[in-house]
């Protein structure tokens, strides 16, 4: 395997066995791997020399067997990430310069973990919760590597959280915060700082249907539906979408709702030059994602996620604004609307729309008591959501010659 100069250490995901290759998820770089057979992907994290992390790899082979039971593919993958950036930390302080990570991660002590959290800090990781998962991950790890499935590398009497296991976090658990709602008038803000209708599309359709990034990067053209087949007189058409979360690696279906406004917007955007000339599909592909990136690629859940964040610093919004507000923001739009007979019929209806089996679950999207919310709604004030749909989209369309910016978007 030939490494580039000042390769660092990495997460690899070895994808098939067709092709002996691995992709340097945080670069995108292609790496040559000689590979037996072996249940994929596999993931991976590789010092700067290239080598493999022992007791790295064995833990996310052994996270991944759970994969689809108690724990998601995609967590697999994110706590990969966390191990990798551990693994440069320790290959740059030099902490025990003449020992492996392997090695080292036998020693590592609760004074090395606050020291990574702090470089962690450094490096950009402000956040709050984001430290938090890190910490929890590392944490996880440590512990799995006093269990005998490990070897028991690790002495559960020098754990970095007690002999017990009782010591706390360095970074607490982040207080439970009640919902953020983006309102119309945020979200006209928040799509008016994207470059290109492609972006735009996408999350106006998002804040429409109440999905989560995962699943608006996983809707396919057939998935979107014909309004021609429905009445005239329906506002929202029922839209079919798979999930990301379901039980023993299956992914069912949901149902949601979609207007006949975003609608319109899609059919639009499905019609364009861009959309329609994207070379990996044919035009009437119906498994061709509904939504591509201005480089006519699909889209990946992170990538959208970063192009959402870029759009949130450029207008000024709350730097803490993720793709999951728009969920919550769904939630609030139903709520405050003149949808359904009561705030019960919408509340049934908001959980209908964010696929939650149980309604306790839908309350936490939903933290306004009855009696508030019917006072910020005075009767006969009630949002029109085939309104607010269609007010988003004329203020905030984009034709192909208005597109100010032309990048690449890796997906």
Not at 46 to 54: E, I, P, Q, T, W
Not at 172 to 177: G, S, V
Not at 273 to 294: C, G, H, M, S
Not at 300 to 325: C, E, I, Y
Request: charged share 25%; aromatic share 8%.
């Amino acid at each position: 395997m030939v490494l580039a100069e000042g390769f660092e250490s990495q997460l690899v995901k070895v994808t098939s066995t067709a092709s002996s290759q691995a992709t340097v998820l945080s670069s995108g770089d292609i790496l040559q791997l000689s590979t037996g057979k072996a249940d994929y992907p596999v993931y991976s994290v590789l010092d700067s020399h290239g080598a493999v992390v022992r007791c790295m790899h064995q833990w996310l082979r052994s996270l991944k067997a759970q994969a689809g039971l108690t724990i998601s593919m995609g967590t697999v993958e994110q706590y990969g990430r966390t191990l990798s950036y551990l693994s440069r930390w320790i290959e740059r302080t030099a902490l025990y310069p003449n020992l492996s990570i392997d090695e080292q991660l036998v020693l590592l002590n609760r004074q090395d973990i606050v020291r990574w959290l702090d470089d962690m800090k450094t490096l950009g990781a402000e956040s709050h919760s984001t430290l938090h998962s890190r910490e929890a991950c590392i944490r996880h790890f440590f512990d799995w590597l006093t269990t005998q499935e490990a070897g028991k590398v690790r002495d559960a009497e020098n754990s970095p959280y007690g002999r017990d296991g009782t010591l706390r976090y360095v970074i607490a658990r982040p207080n439970a915060r009640s919902p953020k709602f983006i309102s119309a008038e945020i979200v006209v803000e928040l799509l008016n700082g994207m470059h290109n209708e492609c972006e735009r599309c996408m999350f106006h359709a998002q804040y429409d249907m109440g999905l989560r990034i995962t699943e608006m990067v996983n809707l396919t053209a057939g998935d979107i539906p014909d309004d021609t087949m429905y009445n005239p007189a329906f506002e929202f058409i029922p839209l079919s979408a798979k999930r990301v979360k379901g039980r023993g690696g299956q992914t069912p279906e949901k149902n949601t709702l979609i207007s006949r406004a975003v609608l319109k917007r899609i059919k639009r955007y499905h019609s364009s030059r861009e959309y329609k000339l994207a070379p990996d599909w044919d035009i009437q592909d119906p498994n061709k994602p509904a939504f591509l990136t201005a480089n006519q690629l699909q889209w990946s859940a992170r990538n959208a996620s970063k192009q959402f964040k870029a759009a949130v610093r450029r207008v000024g919004l709350n730097d803490d604004t993720s793709t999951h507000w728009m969920r919550h923001g769904t939630a609030y739009s139903v709520l405050c609307s003149d949808m359904g007979k009561d705030y019960q019929d919408r509340m049934l209806m908001v959980q209908q729309m964010l696929g939650q089996r149980h309604l306790k679950t839908t309350e936490i999207y939903t933290q306004i008591p009855p009696a508030l919310l019917q006072k910020l709604t005075k009767t006969g004030k009630e949002i029109n959501r085939l309104g607010e749909a269609e007010l988003i989209r004329e203020r905030t369309f984009l034709g192909p010659v208005q597109h100010n910016e032309k990048r690449g978007h890796r997906a």
